[in-house]
């Protein structure tokens, strides 16, 4: 049987570079973008599943017109007649953003959008979020749910429960609402930095970000593959990112330098005393590791 460790190992690690420091946000020419996994066809507590080839089939479509707001309230905000709803005041000022680029593999869809930025009414929630995720400790978690019109649906028997699901098979994608509640909760939260497919695409320039100084791996990069061609480590002994953290600790936990079945406590206070981060940066790391060690545990059930 595989330890947690080896099942977290085999998650593809994909960047970790010196600039990407706890709460760093990735500026591009001043602007401020955020990085999503915005979809992974999970089945979500709406009893829907999104198939990714339908949010690709419409990634044009939503981001030359499409938007991020907060809980998808400048969309359903707005008055509708047909159903007496009056809506909200403003509805448009909970805009925060718009995409820039979508990118589907497999069945995860990642999105990275720009936020807006201003001292108007029209900025003021795109600035809360961005320093709720940037300036504020812990940071607030926000996760994306899409929203858009379904053009096509059918019903289908979940293969795991054997109840029925809707599946939406073509959508006209318009939104993603950042949320404290998402329908699907087996996504991860929108974050300052690239990540996975983000961190191999989604750039400035379109080019990875890498450092020339890397030491640490006793490989030849250029020998690599996939994931591993990617991965790389600053020669400052202090974690620079969680994905570096991520590689260290599952390390430790299959040399069993922390110790037998260690809880997040006693991973933190290693944390602490190893890689020199506050308490913190510390429990905030262990944490994430946690959720991404249950998540890669369900994905090899």
Known sequence: MLTDAQILADVPTFLSIESMLKATPAYESGKR????????EARDIQNERVLAKALEAS????????????????LLGKPNPKTGYIGIPNPELYEIGQPVQVRVEGAKTFVKAELYSGNGPTAENANMVWES???QQPPKRWYPSVGGVPLTKSIHIDPKSGDKMAVIEAVRWTNIGLSQTPVN???????TVPFGVLAKAMTASGALMVKALTAGYGTDSAGLDGGAALRKQSLDRRIQSYWQFREQCAKALTEGSIGANPGRHAMAAWAVTQFGLSHDEAAEYVERFMRDLSQAKRSKQ
């Open 33 to 40: 973008f955020i990085y999503m996994e915005a979809s992974n």
């Open 59 to 74: 990634a044009a479509y939503y981001t030359k017109f499409g938007n991020i707001d907060i809980d998808h309230l400048s």
């Open 133 to 135: 995720m940037t300036s």
């Open 185 to 191: 909760p087996d996504l991860p939260v929108a974050t």
